[in-house]
């Protein structure tokens, strides 16, 4: 292994191995240490991608567990006051390695959360960042929990099948054939991630979520209609969708999904006979969305325009089959269609409708 990770570093294949090394001795101190502390700390994690929709929320979820101080959230973009005085923000680009084995050693980081990605559309307006940022950032922090024996958790997504998978339901083993950059690059986490469970030991954690649902602004995937509608509708009473109205696609509420993580991280490994599970909580189509609002907003009128996202919904799965996680580690959901609508048009309510309308109301007197 020594040898290997000189000559791999002397040919200069890899860059990552320019801290092989050092981790090598890193990881040695650090097994040592970690293995007479491990049970008796809560665990350091840093979170990638952090001011995204689900980083701010995992944050808060992990700090209420752990301490403010102990859930490092970082990202490389500026955050906002109300992030910076929750707990512990750091500048972190997932494609400069040094970077992040620093990152790892100042703060005895024990799990990462790897969240940064370019999503669905984005992913197809451009191309080549995709590749980099969800494919070499993988790379990154695969190798970098392998260095340092962290715990790594990377989501995965029903974007991860494509249009040979059964859609109705979609097992957790299937054929996977994405034809989106972000789908390919998923299934490229989910196999590097098993191959390093496999080869080295590392302790691989990834769950494929649905569309998940929230009151915060979604990061440019094909599923993001189910949370502006809830913003349009309450505002103005309208919404243009995307989709077709039949366009039937897995969701969940953000709750949901994080506890999911939560307590996907904390199951016993030996618990878990697989390292990639498939996760959800429904599935239902705009029209049947519009139905349960509509009991909200009595007067709600949507137009359906589908652009080049309903090609990428339709290769995607209907119905997801998470039994395996169920059966494994006892996942249940509590949120089906008509909470998370409840739950919904009361968060954008209150916390975005009421504080614009307050924001307009004191600019104007
Ligand atoms: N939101 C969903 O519905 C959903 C569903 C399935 C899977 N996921 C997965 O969960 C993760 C988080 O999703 P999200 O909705 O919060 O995404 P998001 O797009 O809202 O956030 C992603 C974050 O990654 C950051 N990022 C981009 N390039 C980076 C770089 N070079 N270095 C560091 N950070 C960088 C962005 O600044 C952004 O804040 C993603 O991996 C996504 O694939 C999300």
């Not at 665990?43 to 979820?61: D, F, M, S, Y």
């Not at 989910?190 to 390093?196: P, S, V």
């Not at 030996?270 to 990639?276: G, I």
Request: glycine share 6%; hydrophobic share 35%; with cysteine.
């Amino acid at each position: 292994m020594f040898r290997k990770c000189l000559t791999t570093f002397a040919q200069g294949k890899n860059a990552n191995n320019a801290g092989c090394l050092t981790s090598i001795v890193c990881r040695t101190a650090h097994r040592r240490a970690s293995n007479k502390k491990a049970d008796s700390r809560p665990p350091k994690v840093l979170i990638t991608g952090g001011l995204g929709q689900l980083g701010i929320e995992c944050a808060k979820l992990l700090r209420s567990q752990y301490g403010a101080e102990s859930v490092v959230l970082s990202d490389i973009i500026k955050p906002s006051k109300e992030v910076i005085e929750s707990g512990p923000y750091i500048f972190a680009d997932i494609l400069d390695f040094k970077g992040l084995q620093k990152i790892v050693v100042d703060n005895r980081i024990d799990w990462l959360i790897h969240f940064s990605a370019l999503l669905s559309a984005i992913g197809e307006q451009n191309v080549p960042l995709a590749v980099r940022v969800n494919i070499e950032g993988v790379h990154n922090v695969i190798e970098l929990a392998k260095q340092y024996n962290l715990r790594i958790f990377v989501p995965s997504t029903i974007g991860a099948f494509g249009p040979d998978s059964p859609r109705n339901p979609t097992p957790n083993v299937t054929i996977q054939r994405p034809r989106t950059m972000y789908g390919v690059s998923k299934v490229h986490a989910e196999l590097m991630g098993e191959y390093y469970y496999h080869k080295f030991g590392l302790d691989f954690r990834c769950l494929r979520f649905p569309g998940v649902i929230s009151s915060d602004p979604p990061g440019g995937g094909t599923t993001d209609y189910a949370v502006a509608i809830f913003h349009e509708a309450l505002r103005s009473g309208k919404y243009t969708c995307y989709l077709r109205p039949d366009t039937r696609l897995p969701m969940m509420y953000i709750e949901d999904c994080l506890r999911a993580l939560l307590e996907f991280m904390r199951a016993p490994s030996e618990n878990l006979k697989r390292r990639v599970y498939n996760v959800t909580a429904m599935s239902f189509t705009p029209e049947e969305l519009v139905e349960e609002l509509s009991s909200y907003v009595p007067n709600l009128h949507v137009t359906y325009k589908p652009d080049s996202r309903q090609d990428i919904a339709d290769s995607w799965p209907q119905v997801f089959d998470d039994s395996e996680a169920r059966r494994d580690w006892g996942w249940q959901h509590k949120y089906d269609l008509k909470n998370l609508v409840s739950f919904m048009v009361k968060d954008v309510r209150e916390n975005f409708i009421k504080l614009e309308d307050a924001k307009v109301r004191a600019s104007s007197t």
